[in-house]
């Protein structure tokens, strides 16, 4: 199957529908759990702020694989919100930021949690590792003449 020929059966289709289904079941349950008061991409966005300590739009948008005038609106969004707030070159939650990330990150914790716990510490080792392998091969290819 992984090597069909019809692109229908194949494992890149496999990767892509998964894909789009773990981005649809997440704005699903932001929109529930969070009462569309903030969004699955505000999530992922003040995410990137947490790890990484910048809004560089171009940075995130990157990192997110997103346009970078889509990310500029929502960190402009958040920052009209008061929940993120920039000096020295760092950004860093206000206090509000960061209750609402924290209750963001509660959310999509009962979503992970209830997916992977179909699955054995070891399964998502192993499908982590090798989606980081195909990653990294994607990344190769898109820098070659192979594209």
């Not at 889509?70 to 760092?90: F, G, P, Q, S, T």
């Not at 939650?93 to 979503?111: A, C, R, W």
């Not at 982590?128 to 070659?144: A, P």
């Amino acid at each position: 199957m992984a090597n069909s020929r019809n692109y229908c059966k194949s494992l890149a289709i496999l990767i892509e529908q998964n894909a789009k289904m773990w981005s649809a079941t997440s704005r699903l349950n932001f929109k529930k759990n969070l009462k569309n008061k903030f969004s699955f991409d505000d999530f992922i966005v003040m995410d990137v702020i947490a790890v990484y300590k910048t809004s560089d739009c171009e940075f995130i948008a990157k990192i997110l694989c997103k346009q970078k005038s889509y990310i500029e609106k929502i960190v402009a969004d958040l920052e009209k919100r008061k929940l993120i707030a920039c000096k020295n070159n760092e950004s860093f939650f206000t206090t509000d930021g960061e209750k609402v990330y924290q209750d963001m990150f509660i959310s999509y914790n009962s979503l992970v949690k209830s997916v992977t716990r179909f699955f054995t510490e070891n399964d998502l080792e192993t499908l982590f590792r090798l989606q980081q392998k195909l990653q990294n091969v994607m990344l190769s290819l898109s820098n070659s003449d192979v594209i």
